[in-house]
């Protein structure tokens, strides 16, 4: 069998009784994560407002699916579209490390549109996500990632569209045929480019939400007896060898239903580029060891493999002088000035784009490519500072960063982080209703009710709107 009808057939029998207990609660912690996210970006994030217009002029505001933190409704399309583009618009989503990507912004969105399509219950909807999961990540390891990335390609939305449309198909209930199919039709909307890093522009998070809308619609032609191409990832032509130079298909089936690789997905405790989380950890614990001032730093050096020199480090002039707040989420220097300046790396960081003070700093830190760090990658987003300051040279390494799956966050870690997402436009009680409804989705008769729940109350969404 083909790596294609190999992951159809894996996602068409995925039942959530007969998941690792660990698998089932690691899923739905992902998800929380990501409504929160989705929730606060509805509100704050600067690239919303023409989303939503454009979204509207394009006919989406027409039907009865929800977007998280919106009161309006829209067509199932619409709905994933934006729920996937405000997942991924704070830069606060999950990740998975050796994939390079982040699966649940275009998976979960798409499942969740298929769900209130088909009046789904909350336990298919669920392993729908997980069977998405491992699509889209065994996807991009068979690339591998690296090499993906290097030809230009923003994987999150290339890979990812693939686990949107298995995802959806599963909830669709649509047999091993029929996921194949719609997989090959996924295969022609494959896109994402990293020429968003040129200028800070929006279309990282746009080509995120258009992969859970590919992907819904995908799903949904091979629900009507549309034909898809063939072997779409492994074939001559399919993505695999497409998108890759070396591509080794085989790799995306290797423990498949065995080690889950939801579970090597981590959860962002800062909202910035994941390759700057291990310096802001290293940062925080150099600032609160040393009792540091921002003056008493003479310079700072941090380590990185080649793939996070690409995203937070080169090119140096670039980063040592973030415009906007796409810029300063890929900036290793900001990231880490912030944390040394303020003890905090947060959404609200962004607010300090021109502080003299962290300005002051940013001139002083620089990226470099790190074998030592480089050894570590693909495994671990590690990172390592030298500091120096009082005439004296600190070291700080950090292999495994806070929210990495060997360093995973806590329920209580995650609610907090939630709230502090979600409270101010929902308000805090009903944040926190959302967040055990969510935490409970496996137990949902019907997963149109929880999408209900998300929408702010009139007076909250008057002063967030």
């Known amino acids: 069998m083909s790596v294609t009808q190999v992951l159809s057939e894996f996602s068409a029998g995925i039942r959530l009784d007969a998941l690792p207990q660990d698998v089932a609660q690691r899923a739905r912690f992902l998800v929380l994560d990501l409504v929160g996210n989705i929730v606060r970006a509805r509100h704050d994030a600067e690239s919303t407002p023409p989303l939503l217009s454009a979204a509207r002029a394009l006919g989406f505001a027409a039907g009865n699916s929800g977007v998280f933190g919106d009161a309006s409704r829209y067509t199932p399309a619409g709905a994933a579209f934006l729920n996937g583009a405000l997942a991924h618009s704070l830069d606060f989503d999950d990740t998975h490390a050796a994939g390079s990507l982040h699966p649940g912004a275009p998976v979960i969105p798409a499942a969740l549109a298929a769900g209130e399509m088909a009046g789904a219950k909350g336990a298919d909807v669920l392993a729908a996500i997980v069977a998405g999961y491992e699509v889209?990540?065994?996807?991009?390891?068979?690339?591998?990632?690296?090499?993906?990335?290097?030809?230009?390609?923003?994987?999150?939305a290339t890979c990812g569209v693939f686990g949107a449309a298995a995802a959806a198909a599963r909830v669709f209930g649509l047999p091993a045929a029929d996921i194949a199919s719609a997989l090959g039709i996924a295969l022609s909307q494959s896109g994402g480019s990293l020429q968003f890093l040129a200028n800070g522009a929006w279309t990282k998070r746009f080509q995120v939400g258009w992969a859970a809308m590919a992907g819904l619609a995908a799903a949904t032609l091979a629900r009507e007896g549309f034909k898809g191409a063939a072997e779409a990832l492994e074939g001559k032509h399919g993505f695999m060898r497409a998108y890759a130079p070396n591509p080794t298909p085989e790799r995306a089936l290797q423990d498949l239903g065995t080690v889950y690789e939801l579970m090597n997905t981590a959860v962002k405790p800062y909202p910035s580029c994941r390759y700057g989380h291990a310096g802001i950890d290293a940062a925080l614990l150099?600032?609160?060891?040393?009792?540091?001032?921002?003056?008493?730093?003479?310079?700072v050096t941090y380590g990185l493999s080649n793939a996070g020199m690409l995203l937070v480090g080169l090119p140096a002039e670039k980063k040592a002088n973030p415009q906007n707040v796409v810029d300063g989420q890929f900036s290793g220097p900001f990231v880490l000035s912030s944390a040394l300046v303020t003890g905090a790396m947060g959404w609200d960081s962004y607010k300090l784009l021109n502080d003299p003070v962290i300005r002051a700093l940013l001139a002083k830190v620089r990226c470099e490519h790190d074998p030592e760090i480089e050894a570590e990658f693909p495994r671990n987003m590690s990172g390592k500072i030298t500091l120096k300051a009082r005439g004296q040279s600190f070291v700080k390494k950090v292999v495994v960063?806070?929210?990495?799956?060997?360093?995973?966050?806590?329920?209580?870690?995650?609610?907090?982080?939630?709230?502090?997402?979600?409270?101010?436009?929902l308000g805090a009680d009903r944040s926190a209703g959302l967040a055990d409804a969510v935490l409970a989705i496996d137990g949902t008769a019907d997963i149109a009710a929880l999408m209900r729940m998300a929408a702010p109350m009139l007076s909250a969404r008057l002063a967030g709107d």
Request: glycine residues 6%.
């Open 286 to 299: 150099l600032r609160a060891e040393l009792d540091l001032k921002p003056e008493e730093i003479e310079s």
């Open 136 to 156: 889209t990540c065994r996807v991009a390891l068979a690339l591998p990632a690296g090499e993906h990335y290097n030809r230009g390609f923003h994987p999150t």
């Open 401 to 425: 960063p806070k929210g990495e799956p060997d360093n995973f966050l806590t329920e209580a870690e995650l609610r907090a982080k939630f709230a502090g997402l979600a409270a101010s436009v």
